[in-house]
Protein backbone atom coordinates (compact mmCIF):
# COMPACT_ATOMS: atom_id res chain seq x y z
CA UNK A 1 0.00 0.00 0.00
CA UNK A 2 1.02 3.77 -0.30
CA UNK A 3 -0.64 5.18 2.55
CA UNK A 4 1.80 6.37 4.89
CA UNK A 5 1.49 5.45 8.61
CA UNK A 6 0.67 8.06 11.14
CA UNK A 7 1.19 7.80 14.74
CA UNK A 8 -0.15 8.13 17.32
CA UNK A 9 -3.79 6.49 16.30
CA UNK A 10 -5.49 8.53 18.70
CA UNK A 11 -4.11 11.25 21.25
CA UNK A 12 -5.74 12.84 24.44
CA UNK A 13 -4.43 15.82 25.96
CA UNK A 14 -5.32 18.71 28.19
CA UNK A 15 -6.30 21.85 27.40
CA UNK A 16 -2.77 24.13 26.88
CA UNK A 17 -0.81 21.23 26.46
CA UNK A 18 0.96 20.36 23.27
CA UNK A 19 -0.08 18.10 20.87
CA UNK A 20 2.57 16.19 18.46
CA UNK A 21 1.59 13.45 15.92
CA UNK A 22 4.10 11.87 13.70
CA UNK A 23 3.96 11.09 10.14
CA UNK A 24 6.03 8.51 7.64
CA UNK A 25 5.60 7.63 4.42
CA UNK A 26 7.40 5.76 1.48
CA UNK A 27 7.81 7.36 -1.51
CA UNK A 28 9.80 10.77 -2.83
CA UNK A 29 7.76 13.82 -2.40
CA UNK A 30 7.30 16.99 -4.21
CA UNK A 31 5.67 18.66 -1.01
CA UNK A 32 3.67 17.20 2.46
CA UNK A 33 0.50 18.82 3.66
CA UNK A 34 -1.19 18.43 6.49
CA UNK A 35 -5.14 18.54 6.82
CA UNK A 36 -7.70 18.63 9.68
CA UNK A 37 -11.22 16.83 9.94
CA UNK A 38 -13.66 17.18 12.05
CA UNK A 39 -16.34 13.98 12.73
CA UNK A 40 -18.15 13.73 9.41
CA UNK A 41 -16.58 17.27 7.64
CA UNK A 42 -14.81 17.80 4.76
CA UNK A 43 -10.84 18.26 5.14
CA UNK A 44 -8.98 21.84 6.26
CA UNK A 45 -5.82 22.16 4.63
CA UNK A 46 -3.53 23.39 7.29
CA UNK A 47 0.05 23.78 6.22
CA UNK A 48 1.95 23.03 3.38
CA UNK A 49 5.84 22.06 3.34
CA UNK A 50 8.42 21.59 0.75
CA UNK A 51 10.79 19.14 0.06
CA UNK A 52 13.48 21.21 -0.20
CA UNK A 53 12.07 22.83 3.79
CA UNK A 54 12.55 21.17 6.74
CA UNK A 55 10.34 23.56 9.20
CA UNK A 56 7.45 25.23 8.71
CA UNK A 57 5.21 27.42 11.21
CA UNK A 58 1.60 29.02 11.21
CA UNK A 59 0.22 30.66 13.78
CA UNK A 60 0.16 27.53 16.71
CA UNK A 61 1.52 24.99 14.10
CA UNK A 62 5.19 23.75 13.71
CA UNK A 63 5.49 21.45 10.89
CA UNK A 64 8.97 19.94 10.22
CA UNK A 65 10.33 17.55 7.65
CA UNK A 66 13.03 14.93 7.60
CA UNK A 67 13.66 13.58 3.90
CA UNK A 68 16.01 11.60 4.79
CA UNK A 69 13.96 9.56 7.61
CA UNK A 70 10.90 10.03 5.28
CA UNK A 71 9.20 11.60 8.13
CA UNK A 72 7.26 14.77 9.21
CA UNK A 73 5.51 16.01 12.70
CA UNK A 74 3.03 18.25 13.17
CA UNK A 75 3.00 20.02 16.55
CA UNK A 76 0.10 22.00 17.89
CA UNK A 77 0.77 24.03 20.75
CA UNK A 78 -1.25 25.67 23.74
CA UNK A 79 -4.22 22.98 22.39
CA UNK A 80 -7.70 24.24 22.30
CA UNK A 81 -11.11 21.86 22.78
CA UNK A 82 -11.98 23.16 19.21
CA UNK A 83 -8.46 21.82 17.86
CA UNK A 84 -10.49 18.18 18.64
CA UNK A 85 -10.44 16.75 15.35
CA UNK A 86 -8.85 13.93 13.37
CA UNK A 87 -5.64 15.47 11.50
CA UNK A 88 -4.12 13.84 8.06
CA UNK A 89 -0.26 13.96 6.22
CA UNK A 90 -0.52 13.81 3.09
CA UNK A 91 1.77 13.47 0.60
CA UNK A 92 2.35 14.88 -3.45
CA UNK A 93 4.84 12.34 -4.44
CA UNK A 94 7.42 12.91 -6.96
CA UNK A 95 6.41 13.10 -10.64
CA UNK A 96 3.41 14.19 -12.64
CA UNK A 97 0.76 13.50 -11.46
CA UNK A 98 0.05 15.78 -8.34
CA UNK A 99 -2.02 13.31 -6.32
CA UNK A 100 -2.44 13.22 -2.80
CA UNK A 101 -1.55 9.83 -0.82
CA UNK A 102 -3.15 10.16 2.78
CA UNK A 103 -1.60 9.05 5.72
CA UNK A 104 -4.00 6.84 8.06
CA UNK A 105 -4.59 9.79 10.29
CA UNK A 106 -4.45 10.33 14.09
CA UNK A 107 -7.60 11.40 15.88
CA UNK A 108 -6.79 14.53 18.37
CA UNK A 109 -9.12 14.78 21.73
CA UNK A 110 -8.40 17.98 23.71
CA UNK A 111 -10.25 18.24 26.77
CA UNK A 112 -11.49 21.10 28.41
CA UNK B 1 -10.10 31.31 -1.20
CA UNK B 2 -10.69 28.85 -3.60
CA UNK B 3 -14.43 26.55 -3.02
CA UNK B 4 -15.42 23.54 -3.98
CA UNK B 5 -18.53 21.89 -4.04
CA UNK B 6 -20.44 18.88 -3.83
CA UNK B 7 -24.19 17.70 -4.58
CA UNK B 8 -25.97 16.63 -2.77
CA UNK B 9 -24.38 16.59 0.68
CA UNK B 10 -25.75 12.81 1.21
CA UNK B 11 -28.01 10.68 -0.12
CA UNK B 12 -30.12 7.75 0.23
CA UNK B 13 -30.67 5.04 -2.16
CA UNK B 14 -32.05 1.41 -2.13
CA UNK B 15 -29.54 -1.25 -3.62
CA UNK B 16 -29.09 -1.74 -7.11
CA UNK B 17 -29.51 1.82 -8.33
CA UNK B 18 -27.16 4.23 -9.56
CA UNK B 19 -25.83 7.36 -7.77
CA UNK B 20 -24.39 10.78 -9.66
CA UNK B 21 -22.17 12.90 -7.21
CA UNK B 22 -21.16 16.25 -8.45
CA UNK B 23 -17.69 18.35 -7.77
CA UNK B 24 -17.90 21.77 -8.86
CA UNK B 25 -15.19 24.25 -8.58
CA UNK B 26 -16.95 27.20 -8.11
CA UNK B 27 -14.82 30.45 -8.53
CA UNK B 28 -11.31 28.78 -10.56
CA UNK B 29 -11.12 26.46 -13.43
CA UNK B 30 -10.01 23.04 -12.59
CA UNK B 31 -7.88 20.85 -15.00
CA UNK B 32 -7.64 18.21 -12.83
CA UNK B 33 -10.01 16.45 -10.01
CA UNK B 34 -9.81 13.72 -7.69
CA UNK B 35 -12.01 11.71 -5.82
CA UNK B 36 -11.31 10.05 -2.96
CA UNK B 37 -13.48 7.41 -0.85
CA UNK B 38 -13.87 7.88 3.54
CA UNK B 39 -14.77 5.14 5.29
CA UNK B 40 -15.66 5.25 9.04
CA UNK B 41 -12.90 6.13 11.41
CA UNK B 42 -10.42 5.48 8.44
CA UNK B 43 -8.15 7.77 6.18
CA UNK B 44 -9.00 8.82 2.45
CA UNK B 45 -8.66 6.62 -0.06
CA UNK B 46 -7.68 8.28 -3.34
CA UNK B 47 -10.41 6.30 -6.27
CA UNK B 48 -9.18 7.86 -9.23
CA UNK B 49 -7.63 11.43 -11.08
CA UNK B 50 -10.14 13.13 -13.76
CA UNK B 51 -8.63 14.91 -15.75
CA UNK B 52 -10.65 17.21 -18.32
CA UNK B 53 -11.63 16.47 -21.54
CA UNK B 54 -9.71 12.96 -21.12
CA UNK B 55 -10.63 9.73 -19.53
CA UNK B 56 -9.92 9.05 -15.87
CA UNK B 57 -6.88 7.59 -13.93
CA UNK B 58 -8.38 4.71 -11.50
CA UNK B 59 -6.39 3.42 -8.52
CA UNK B 60 -5.30 -0.23 -8.24
CA UNK B 61 -8.10 -2.25 -7.13
CA UNK B 62 -11.25 0.41 -7.96
CA UNK B 63 -13.78 -0.62 -10.58
CA UNK B 64 -13.70 1.88 -13.65
CA UNK B 65 -17.20 0.36 -14.26
CA UNK B 66 -18.54 0.93 -11.46
CA UNK B 67 -17.89 3.70 -10.23
CA UNK B 68 -17.65 5.82 -13.37
CA UNK B 69 -16.00 9.40 -13.72
CA UNK B 70 -16.70 12.44 -16.08
CA UNK B 71 -14.69 15.35 -16.50
CA UNK B 72 -17.33 17.48 -18.82
CA UNK B 73 -15.43 20.70 -17.94
CA UNK B 74 -13.38 22.87 -16.30
CA UNK B 75 -15.59 23.25 -13.32
CA UNK B 76 -17.50 20.32 -12.88
CA UNK B 77 -16.55 16.52 -12.75
CA UNK B 78 -19.35 13.61 -12.17
CA UNK B 79 -18.88 10.41 -10.40
CA UNK B 80 -21.35 7.97 -10.74
CA UNK B 81 -21.78 4.56 -7.86
CA UNK B 82 -23.58 2.06 -10.71
CA UNK B 83 -25.58 -0.63 -9.03
CA UNK B 84 -25.03 0.73 -5.87
CA UNK B 85 -24.25 -1.89 -2.89
CA UNK B 86 -24.23 -1.57 0.84
CA UNK B 87 -20.71 -2.05 0.61
CA UNK B 88 -20.60 1.39 -1.91
CA UNK B 89 -21.62 3.33 1.97
CA UNK B 90 -18.94 5.47 2.69
CA UNK B 91 -18.04 9.20 2.23
CA UNK B 92 -16.88 10.59 -0.73
CA UNK B 93 -14.79 13.81 -1.33
CA UNK B 94 -13.57 15.25 -4.38
CA UNK B 95 -10.97 17.65 -4.43
CA UNK B 96 -9.52 20.12 -7.53
CA UNK B 97 -6.21 21.54 -8.68
CA UNK B 98 -6.36 24.92 -9.52
CA UNK B 99 -5.39 25.13 -13.50
CA UNK B 100 -3.02 27.95 -12.27
CA UNK B 101 -1.14 26.23 -9.01
CA UNK B 102 0.74 23.26 -9.54
CA UNK B 103 0.53 22.39 -5.60
CA UNK B 104 -2.78 23.96 -4.35
CA UNK B 105 -5.96 21.23 -4.44
CA UNK B 106 -9.23 22.50 -2.64
CA UNK B 107 -11.58 19.58 -1.21
CA UNK B 108 -14.89 19.64 -1.46
CA UNK B 109 -17.36 19.15 1.98
CA UNK B 110 -18.08 15.87 0.67
CA UNK B 111 -20.74 13.51 0.18
CA UNK B 112 -22.49 10.87 2.26
CA UNK B 113 -23.63 7.85 0.64
CA UNK B 114 -26.09 5.38 2.29
CA UNK B 115 -26.82 2.34 0.74
CA UNK B 116 -30.12 0.21 1.98
Redesign the interface.
Known sequence: SQQGEEDPQALSIQEGENATMNCSYKTSINNLQWYRQNSGRGLVHLILIRSNEREKHSGRLRVTLDTSKKSSSLLITASRAADTASYFCATDASGATNKLIFGTGTLLAVQP | GAVVSQHPSWVICKSGTSVKIECRSLDFQAT?M?W?RQFP??????MA?SNEGSKA?YEQGVEKDKFLINHASLTLSTLTVTSAHPEDSS?Y?C?A?DFNS??E??????T?LTVT
Open positions: TFYKQSLMLTTFISRFYQYFGPGR
